[in-house]
T-cell receptor, first 114, second 113 residues
Framework: GQQLNQSPQSMFIQEGEDVSMNCTSSSIFNTWLWYKQDPGEGPVLLIALYKAGELTSNGRLTAQFGITRKDSFLNISASIPSDVGIYFCAEQNAGGTSYGKLTFGQGTILTVHP | NAGVMQNPRHLVRRRGQEARLRCSPMKGHSHVYWYRQLPEEGLKFMVYLQKENIIDESGMPKERFSAEFPKEGPSILRIQQVVRGDSAAYFC???????????FGSGTRLTVV
């Protein structure tokens, strides 16, 4: 099956710093999704990427779909305390009987010190 | 416009009891997905349902687990004869066919004692 390798596992940064995390896969993907999960809550979609090379921003967040279609990164600029949480990359199955099924990476735990 | 509603938020069961987890999808959504999250891990797909149909249950354990999404009412994930290893957070998500990256509920945290 598909494997997503997400790194780093955890990050401890100072408020105001920029953050970068990435995902790689053993397969070619059609869609990359980035989610954030706050403690005790379900994941919330941050950014969706559909085309190789695509670069998309959402406020202080920027994500890119790698040219090889096997990787993606997420950057957070000027981090603030509310950025704390777990960030997941995910791939969405695009067709067949498993349409919509997501495969998640292991997550990156982000801690921001004021 | 309510989001995906899951209940209960927390559920404690003794070994051997049954656990029933409920999920009401967003209004207008006919696709429901269940995922399981073990501590400090990512979410793992369990089952994909449409109204009255199981579309993909490839992530469901073969025994003790079942899921339904009836014509009326919420989707139910049922775990019979629970064991300690079933302790996890169970998330439901719903989507309309044209939507990518669907909406998750807040989860049910099952603890088996």
């Amino acid at each position: 099956g598909q494997q997503l390798n997400q790194s780093p596992q955890s990050m401890f940064i100072q408020e105001g710093e920029d953050v970068s995390m990435n995902c790689t896969s053993s397969s070619i993907f059609n869609t990359w999704l980035w989610y954030k999960q706050d403690p005790g809550e379900g994941p919330v979609l941050l950014i969706a990427l559909y085309k190789a090379g695509e670069l998309t921003s959402n406020g202080r967040l920027t994500a890119q779909f790698g040219i090889t279609r096997k990787d993606s990164f997420l950057n957070i600029s000027a981090s603030i305390p509310s950025d704390v949480g777990i960030y997941f990359c995910a791939e969405q199955n695009a067709g067949g009987t498993s349409y919509g099924k997501l495969t998640f990476g292991q997550g990156t735990i982000l801690t921001v010190h004021p | 416009n309510a989001g995906v509603m899951q209940n209960p938020r927390h559920l404690v069961r003794r070994r051997g009891q049954e656990a029933r987890l409920r999920c009401s999808p967003m209004k207008g959504h006919s696709h429901v997905y269940w995922y399981r999250q073990l501590p400090e891990e990512g979410l793992k797909f369990m089952v994909y349902l449409q109204k009255e149909n199981i579309i993909d249950e490839s992530g469901m354990p073969k025994e003790r687990f079942s899921a339904e999404f009836p014509k009326e009412g919420p989707s139910i994930l049922r775990i019979q004869q629970v064991v300690r290893g079933d302790s996890a957070a169970y998330f439901c998500a719903s989507s309309s066919l044209s939507q990518d990256g669907y909406t998750f509920g807040s989860g049910t945290r099952l603890t088996v004692v």
